[in-house]
């Protein structure tokens, strides 16, 4: 089975412009969270949906905002890029978006913001 | 808030040594979860081990084992006889929700192995 595929794999872009991230969960997956992974730090968690509902935000500005499909597959947009929105932005999916379920993560799209 | 701490920010070590990746975790909540994933340079985050609160058993892996001690709030992680393979960024996360109210993974700051041959 397939795992998490996120798209684009990497991407350009200059200060001021807009981005939408894609990304498809793992088939029989219902929630899918979004992190931003600075070089070298931890992850952090951008947003969480299931059933296309927004179950949880983190401590982000409202240049970022996202969306879930019906078939469960997720946009990431940022507008207004700035460059320290230069990043990895990594895909995760489970089946109900519960604690205790492992969340399986994608490739990730790298965005670099000039 | 939850907070996870890995001091060792890099380790270097030779083939075949074994070595301990620290993870230090805050949480008020009694029922919470702690998770491994490996970040190789490729950038995916493979996941590696889920423990429960309420899970103090050590686990064996191959070569890899994992200690839980909710006395001293740490969540170990032990490659024995390391490998070339093992080298990666490692890190420690994690997550307090139940039910439904979301499962927002906390991350610690990552540990860079790197193994010599």
């Known amino acids: 089975d397939a795992g998490v595929t996120q798209s684009p794999t990497h991407l350009i872009k200059t200060r001021g412009q807009q981005v939408t991230l894609r990304c498809s969960p793992i088939?029989?997956?219902?929630?899918v969270s979004w992190y931003q992974q600075v070089l070298g730090q931890g992850p952090q968690f951008i947003f969480q949906?299931?059933?296309?509902?927004?179950?949880g935000r983190g401590n982000f500005p409202d240049r970022f905002s996202a969306r879930q499909f019906p078939n469960y597959s997720s946009e990431l947009n940022v507008n207004a890029l700035l460059l320290g929105d230069s990043a990895l932005y990594l895909c995760?999916?489970?089946?109900f978006g519960q604690g205790q379920e492992t969340q399986y993560f994608g490739p990730g799209t790298r965005l670099l913001v000039l | 808030a939850q907070k996870v701490t890995q001091a060792q920010t890099e380790i270097s070590v030779v083939e075949k040594e074994d070595v301990t990746l620290d993870c230090v975790y805050e949480t008020r909540d009694t029922t919470y979860y702690l998770f491994w994933y490996k970040q190789p340079p490729s950038g995916e985050l493979v996941f590696l081990i889920r423990?429960?609160?309420?899970?103090?058993q050590n686990e064996i892996s191959g070569r890899y084992s994992w200690n839980f001690q909710k006395s001293t709030s740490s969540f170990n992680f032990t490659i024995t006889a390391s490998q070339v393979v093992d080298s990666a960024v490692y890190f420690c996360?994690?997550?307090?929700?139940?039910?439904?109210?979301?499962?927002?993974?906390?991350f610690g700051g990552g540990t860079r192995l790197m193994v010599k041959p």
């Open positions: 996360a994690l997550s307090e929700a139940q039910g439904n109210a979301g499962n927002m993974l906390t």
């Open positions: 949906y299931y059933e296309k509902e927004e179950r």
């Open positions: 088939s029989g997956h219902k929630s």
């Open positions: 995760a999916s489970s089946f």
């Open positions: 423990r429960n609160s309420f899970d103090e």
